[in-house]
Nanobody, 115 residues
Framework: QVQLVESGGGLVPPGGSLRLSCIASGSTRGIHSLAWYRQAPGKQRDLVARIVNDGETDYADSVRGRFTISRDYAKKAVYLQMDSLKPEDTGVYYC?????????WGQGTQVTVSS
């Protein structure tokens, strides 16, 4: 089993920045990828950014150039640096850990971009 705990969400004005953190515990061996998803009110949960075990990253078109995903192996953590935030970035952000045969989700952290 793996447990994921996100933190760092909050209320920020347009143009502001936030840094989300996701800390993993439990059986973290054999990770294939770590990712951040976003779910806006009334919408499906969509991929925001992903980092694969070899370090390759992938971003949604809407956040490319503004968001940066990174990981710290020693701390079993994955981060999402979000800059130049827009109101449409509002939503609950979830961390996802993927192994070859399993996937785990965190409980989510709310990000609200509003003046």
């Amino acid at each position: 089993q793996v447990q994921l705990v996100e933190s760092g969400g909050g209320l920020v004005p347009p143009g502001g920045s936030l840094r989300l953190s996701c800390i993993a515990s439990g059986s973290t061996r054999g990770i294939h990828s770590l990712a951040w998803y976003r779910q806006a009110p009334g919408k499906q949960r969509d991929l925001v950014a992903r980092i694969v075990n070899d370090g390759e990253t992938d971003y949604a078109d809407s956040v490319r150039g503004r968001f940066t995903i990174s990981r710290d192996y020693a701390k079993k953590a994955v981060y999402l640096q979000m800059d130049s935030l827009k109101p449409e970035d509002t939503g609950v952000y979830y961390c996802k850990l993927v192994k070859p045969l399993e996937a785990y989700w965190g409980q989510g952290t709310q990000v609200t971009v509003s003046s």
